[in-house]
């Protein structure tokens, strides 16, 4: 799955969740049973991660391109930012109350 896909997944699980919660809250006030809505909100949960967690084709609509070995040999790699230790002193002067 690649990154748009990881984005897209979380969306569409977000969405389903609301929905399948909404629906279960408003079929279980109507009928007046908290047995159905818990069922119909754990189906939702289930028909969720049916779609999101598997690695579908459509989630991997824009792969990465990696670079062969051979191919990052010639590239340098970056190197670390040098950090100084050298603080400037502050000009405030502290004075000592009493």
């Known amino acids: 799955m690649?990154?748009?896909g990881q984005k897209q997944?979380?969306?569409?699980?977000?969405?389903l969740l609301v929905?399948?919660?909404?629906?279960a809250l408003a079929t279980g006030y109507i009928i007046g049973s908290f047995r159905m809505m818990m069922l119909i909100y754990a189906g939702g949960v289930v028909f969720t991660a049916l779609v999101t967690v598997?690695?579908?084709l459509f989630f991997n609509r824009h792969p990465l391109k990696w670079l062969?070995?051979?191919?990052?040999?010639?590239?340098?790699?970056?190197?670390?930012a040098v950090?100084?230790?050298?603080?400037?002193k502050s000009s405030k002067k502290v004075t000592a109350a009493g």
């Open 2 to 4: 690649d990154w748009q």
């Open 9 to 15: 997944a979380e969306l569409w699980m977000q969405i």
């Open 19 to 23: 929905v399948f919660a909404a629906a």
């Open 54 to 56: 598997p690695n579908w």
């Open 68 to 80: 062969d070995p051979s191919e990052a040999e010639k590239h340098p790699k970056p190197r670390k």
């Open 83 to 88: 950090v100084s230790n050298d603080k400037k």
